[in-house]
């Protein structure tokens, strides 16, 4: 238990890596590096209200200075945090619609790195969680150049490390190489990240769905069937629980806690869904999967989808097993598309 306490996000991945005699330290070394700028995220989300940032974008604050929307001030954050380390051959944003090069005198490295800097901004100015997601992949062009598309463009069981930070009444930090899921709370007084989760384990099935039921008529036949089965079923003997916060990182670390499904469909309206395969479905699908879930766009699992563009979307279906594993079963019997 001491040691837990103690269990810091750096030290934590110092003796991960320790434990594979074969790793050269990039790997820790990026991770390190993502954890302060997600403290320094975190510090900016936390700050938002009080330096009246929030949703303005080239005004000036109390002190005079220039002040940024928090979702680009995140994308800056995280560019300038991580493209100095010599680690990555090519990064991309949600923020951004092309690839984004390291600056001409940066040394280049074999890791490409994905993230949605601030998801869910449009939660921040009603104070409600928001996060930060990134996918690490190594790269697949040859040679020491500038990394391609193609780099950015690989399909989901590729990566090598997946992450979150959810801002929310506290900052957590939750990551995976595959193998075991790991999160850290930020002890604001300490500064620092501190094993708080250790090796989560989605549950196999849970009492809660999330889904934007505003929707509920464009969806397809096989989801609402699924939803109003479940409506008027119990789980342990009480109601199915809905839970939607609008936020993806809160409501699917909510989701590998406590178990159940998250649903973004695809519906008639945007049969591709609304969130993007290599920002936010990809890394989650490798968490969650990682944490013994499943998840899926229906009917392929999301980390076997080869992206064909940057900002693709997908529908996903993802959560404990035997709930995603339902879901897929309505659909499949109703036999409609999206
Ligand atoms: P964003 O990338 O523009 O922030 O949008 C993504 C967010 C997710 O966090 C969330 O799951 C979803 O949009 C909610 O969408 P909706 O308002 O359609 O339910
Ligand atoms: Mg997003």
Redesign the pocket.
């Known amino acids: 238990m001491a040691t837990k306490r103690f269990m810091t996000l750096p030290r934590h991945i110092l003796e991960g890596e320790k434990a594979h005699p074969e790793a050269t330290g990039e790997l820790s070394s990026i991770l390190l590096q993502l954890g302060l700028a997600a403290k320094l995220i975190s510090l900016e989300v936390n700050k938002a209200g009080l330096a009246n940032i929030i949703g303005f974008t080239g005004q000036e604050n109390v002190h005079g200075e220039q002040v940024k929307k928090l979702d680009i001030f995140a994308h800056e954050m995280l560019i300038k945090a991580m493209d100095h380390g010599g680690h990555f051959c090519v990064m991309a944003s949600?923020e951004e619609e092309d690839i984004i090069h390291l600056p001409p005198n940066k040394k280049i490295g074999k890791y490409v790195l994905l993230f949605?800097p601030?998801?869910?901004?449009?939660n921040i100015d009603a104070n409600i969680s928001i996060g930060t997601i990134f996918s690490i992949y190594k790269r697949i062009s040859t040679g020491n150049g500038p990394g391609t598309l193609e780099d950015c463009l690989q399909p989901g069981y590729k990566q090598e490390v997946a992450g979150y930070i959810v801002y929310g009444s506290s900052t957590i930090f939750v990551y995976t190489t595959g193998h075991g899921v790991y999160g850290f709370t930020l002890d604001p007084a300490f500064g620092e990240f501190l094993l708080s989760h250790d090796n989560i384990k989605i549950p196999k099935n849970g009492r809660i769905y999330s889904l934007?039921e505003?929707?509920y008529f464009s969806w397809p036949k096989g989801l609402k069937d699924y939803i109003k089965y479940l409506q008027s079923n119990y789980y342990d003997g009480k109601p199915y629980q809905a839970r939607?916060v609008?936020?993806?990182?809160a409501?699917i670390h909510r989701t590998l806690l406590y178990g159940g499904i998250f649903i973004?469909p695809g519906d008639r309206r945007n049969p591709k869904g609304?969130?993007?395969l290599c920002y936010?479905c990809n890394p989650m699908a490798f968490i969650v999967e990682a944490a013994g879930g499943r998840a899926t766009d229906g009917k392929q699992r999301i980390l076997e989808k080869k992206p064909e563009a940057l900002h693709e979307r997908t529908p996903i279906y993802i959560g404990s097993e035997e709930d995603v594993l339902l879901v897929e079963k309505f659909l499949r019997e109703s036999r409609e598309a999206y």
Do not use: A, I, T
Request: proline share 0%; net charge negative; aromatic share 10%.
């Open positions: 949600e949605d601030l998801d869910g901004s449009s934007n505003g929707n939607y609008g936020s993806m990182v409501d973004y609304k969130l993007r936010e």
